[in-house]
């Protein structure tokens, strides 16, 4: 197989390139997801950079088989797992196993920018939704970086 002409997608992910998708109501958040079953068929997991404004939250749910970690890359995240709260801050990370309920919510006054990571994929990862069930924004008049 020619690489030239292969119809593969390139490895090298500029996130501010990724479609921008807006949850709907009540629970107003942005996502970009950067690597998922659209975009490499094969993968085992699902990487998405999130935005949440000041005041937005996540509902309540858990994944039966998935775990997910959240990364924060700036501002700050209030994320509850079994009835436990944690404040997330820039450059650390949470990790969730599989079957605990969480939530994550930005308690603070700016936006909060953060990575999630879910493997191994499967019917219950939110990310696989996104696509169907979220809005297709305008990358630039929503959401910066």
């Known amino acids: 197989m020619n690489r030239r002409n292969s119809k593969r997608p390139s490895l090298l992910i500029d996130p501010t390139q990724a479609d921008v998708f807006e ?15 659209e975009r490499f068929p094969e993968t ?3 990487i998405a950079r999130v935005q949440y404004p000041s005041g937005a939250k996540g509902p309540f749910h858990s994944h039966r088989k998935t775990t ?3 990364f924060v890359l700036s501002g700050e ?4 797992v079994q009835g436990k709260r944690y404040r997330v801050k820039r450059g650390q990370l949470l990790y969730i196993p599989p079957g605990n309920e969480h939530r994550a919510e930005n308690c603070g006054t700016t936006a909060c920018r953060f ?11 939110p990310e696989l939704m996104v ?3 979220w809005e297709k924004v305008n990358r630039k008049n929503k959401l910066k970086g």
């Open 23 to 37: 949850s709907p109501e009540p629970f107003r958040r942005f996502m970009r997801l950067l690597v998922d079953r």
């Open 115 to 125: 990575m999630t990571i879910n493997t191994p994929l499967a019917k219950d990862v």
């Open 131 to 133: 696509r169907k069930k």
């Open 68 to 70: 997910e970690v959240y």
């Open 77 to 80: 995240l209030t994320a509850t």
């Open 44 to 46: 085992p997991l699902t």
